[in-house]
């Protein structure tokens, strides 16, 4: 699987972005596809994630209310649109996919995830 990570930008606090995450290859084997970015000097952290299983969403708390993930009919394109950015929310964000099946608990740790995109930045700031 090979995913490819775009849309972001520089936004003005309390704008929007809708980033995209395009997935080649084997989709059809994904199971749960996430969200994480890194901020400059710190650890990446889980944002988001969608379960191919049932289609529930998770996201972290401080992203709850502005962050919506989603998905494309063919499951082929998953989307993270976000809304009243934060300067917070400055960072490289990551998309993620496992062929594996994780338990709930776990779809927040990276190393559930096998495939990673390249990294999309966003940068909040006026």
């Known amino acids: 699987v090979q995913l490819q990570a775009s849309g972001g930008g520089l936004v003005q606090p309390g704008g929007s972005l809708r980033l995209s995450c395009a997935a080649s290859?084997?989709?059809?084997?994904?199971?749960?596809i996430a969200w994480f970015r890194q901020a400059p000097g710190k650890e990446r952290i889980f944002i988001s994630c969608?379960?191919?299983?049932?289609?529930?969403?998770f996201y972290e708390d401080s992203v709850k209310g502005r962050f919506t993930i989603s998905q494309n009919n063919a499951k082929t394109t998953t989307y993270l649109q976000m809304n009243s950015l934060k300067p917070e929310d400055t960072a490289v964000y990551y998309c993620?996919?496992?062929?594996?099946?994780?338990?709930?608990?776990?779809?927040?740790?990276?190393?559930?995830?096998?495939?990673w995109g390249q990294g999309t930045q966003v940068t909040v700031s006026s």
């Open positions: 993620a996919t496992t062929k594996s099946r994780p338990i709930t608990s776990s779809l927040a740790r990276e190393d559930v995830y096998d495939y």
């Open positions: 290859g084997q989709t059809r084997e994904m199971t749960a």
């Open positions: 969608i379960s191919d299983s049932d289609g529930r969403a």
